[in-house]
């Protein structure tokens, strides 16, 4: 049994990826400040798999404090590193708290690995690597184009960050970018808890639905696209986790030059905002209180993914479809009215 460190491991995709790992025989170790996640999110994990697991109430930019972790656990063999914030608008109104954060924290869990010779990194990209792309869908070979915010800028230099560093050090890593994690696990114990208003679509969605928020904007129906929205790829969180479990079986099991470092993540479909408010409409058998809004800065037009590759060379096998990502969220959002968050 393989012990992993999982940084942001109360986060939304973070703790799906726990559920996953530990469903497959690995031991985890989580590190999260609680900045931007809740200690809730452990219960629910625990409920669901039957162990419960240690977190480091821990800032990742606290270098002392970090490696502690590290003195404690000497045997961790790899590391998902989750742990960053990721507001898109919220990096555009305050972007040295986004480099700050993003990029020390990364610096920080390098140098550690370095020290306690740990080779296995899986880091938490996403697609917004690649801006503005001009040809859909992206492939990994797709050229990045300048980053349309701060969010996605620390993520383009958190790649060449982890490149850099891998050409002194044997490091064998995986960057899987993702596009829009979406929906909740079927147990409806854990999922998306914004810890402020939130800013992805889907638990904007589920909010209004219950009524905690009036009503949902649609930022912008002047976009070049089918129907004037934003086009994403969502694809359900519990795919994404299960992407980051076979990741690190295959640099623990196979040898370098049987897989490569960069992976695209989402379901290959692009849909559209408005797709996506009346797909939950209709699953979930609803009408939700909506209307347009002015576009929001640091939203790129459209994107969605090739998966073909994290398909092949990960054994990945996309396991829900976009109703079940509609009908978990909101079954998620329904349970936690019963919870004291």
């Known amino acids: 049994m393989a012990k992993v460190l999982v940084t942001g491991g109360c986060g939304y995709i973070g703790s799906h990826t726990i559920v996953d790992l530990i469903n497959n025989g690995?031991?985890?170790?989580?590190?999260?400040?609680?900045?931007?996640?809740?200690?809730?999110?452990?219960k629910g994990v625990e409920e669901i798999t039957g162990k419960k697991v240690q977190n480091y109430n821990v800032d990742l930019c606290d270098f002392e404090a970090t490696k502690q972790i590290f003195e404690d656990h000497k045997d961790i063999e790899g590391i998902i590193h989750f742990a960053a914030y990721k507001l898109v608008f919220e990096s555009v109104q305050n972007p040295l708290l986004y480099y700050r954060n993003n990029l020390n924290s990364l610096a920080n869990l390098l140098e550690l690995m370095q020290t306690y010779k740990i080779q296995n990194l899986v880091f938490s990209s996403s697609c917004s690597v690649y801006g503005n792309a001009k040809d859909l869908p992206v492939t990994e070979k797709t050229p990045m184009?300048?980053?349309e915010s701060p969010y996605a800028h620390t993520k383009q230099i958190g790649e060449g960050m982890i490149e850099s560093f891998a050409k002194n050090y044997p490091l064998k890593y995986m960057l899987l970018r993702y596009f829009n994690p979406a929906g909740a696990h079927e147990s409806a114990k854990i999922?998306?808890?914004?810890?402020?208003?939130?800013?992805?679509?889907?638990p904007y969605i589920t909010k209004t639905a219950t009524g905690e928020l009036k009503?949902?904007?649609?930022?912008?129906?002047?976009y070049p696209t089918k129907d004037g929205t934003?086009?994403?790829?969502y694809i359900h969180v519990m795919d994404i986790g299960g992407a980051h479990t076979s990741a690190l079986k295959k640099m623990q099991t196979e040898p370098d030059g049987n897989w490569e470092n960069i992976y695209n993540l989402g379901a290959g479909v692009g849909r559209s905002v408005l797709e996506a408010v009346t797909t939950f409409e209709k699953v979930n058998d609803l009408k939700l209180n909506w209307k347009y809004v002015d576009r929001r800065p640091g939203d790129v037009i459209a994107i969605y993914a090739d998966n073909q590759k994290a398909v092949?060379?990960?054994n990945w096998k996309l396991k829900y479809s976009f109703e079940e990502i509609?009908?978990?969220?909101?079954?998620?959002?329904?349970?936690?009215?019963?919870i004291a968050v």
């Open 326 to 338: 509609m009908t978990s969220a909101y079954n998620w959002e329904k349970a936690l009215q019963t």
């Open 191 to 202: 999922g998306e808890l914004p810890t402020s208003k939130p800013q992805n679509l889907v």
């Open 312 to 314: 092949d060379d990960l």
């Open 145 to 147: 184009q300048p980053a």
């Open 26 to 42: 690995f031991e985890v170790v989580s590190v999260d400040n609680f900045s931007r996640s809740n200690p809730l999110i452990l």
């Open 215 to 222: 009503q949902l904007s649609i930022f912008g129906s002047d």
């Open 230 to 233: 934003c086009v994403r790829d």
